[in-house]
């Protein structure tokens, strides 16, 4: 079965074989780089494959180490959270 991940999202997954990915195996990667490089048609695409609470999940729990910093604090504003891990970067972005 191909996948139904947007085409448009392809630029962001050069090491892959987008029809290939399985949208939920591979759907930590698929929401790390749709939240960061998104559109609002793909990020619609990813609210309706995903729903808020575990793109919530992602960004509470992942967020802070896999986003551009400002991508970041965006969707902890855009979910309202107050309880988001957070630590050191490796590299500042």
């Given at each position: 079965m191909p996948s139904?991940?947007?085409q448009?999202?392809?630029p962001f997954f050069q090491e892959y074989e987008l029809g290939k990915l399985d949208v939920?195996?591979?759907a930590f990667t698929i929401i790390e780089r749709a939240l960061a490089w998104g559109?609002?048609?793909e990020l619609r695409w990813l609210f309706a494959r995903y729903g808020n609470q575990r793109l919530a999940d992602w960004?509470?729990?992942a967020g802070w180490r896999c986003l551009p910093r400002r991508r970041f604090q965006f969707?902890?504003?855009y979910f309202q959270l107050d309880d988001y891990q957070s630590g050191e970067r490796v590299w500042a972005n």
């Amino acid at each position: 079965m191909p996948s139904d991940i947007p085409q448009t999202l392809r630029p962001f997954f050069q090491e892959y074989e987008l029809g290939k990915l399985d949208v939920e195996r591979s759907a930590f990667t698929i929401i790390e780089r749709a939240l960061a490089w998104g559109d609002c048609a793909e990020l619609r695409w990813l609210f309706a494959r995903y729903g808020n609470q575990r793109l919530a999940d992602w960004v509470r729990h992942a967020g802070w180490r896999c986003l551009p910093r400002r991508r970041f604090q965006f969707w902890v504003c855009y979910f309202q959270l107050d309880d988001y891990q957070s630590g050191e970067r490796v590299w500042a972005n």
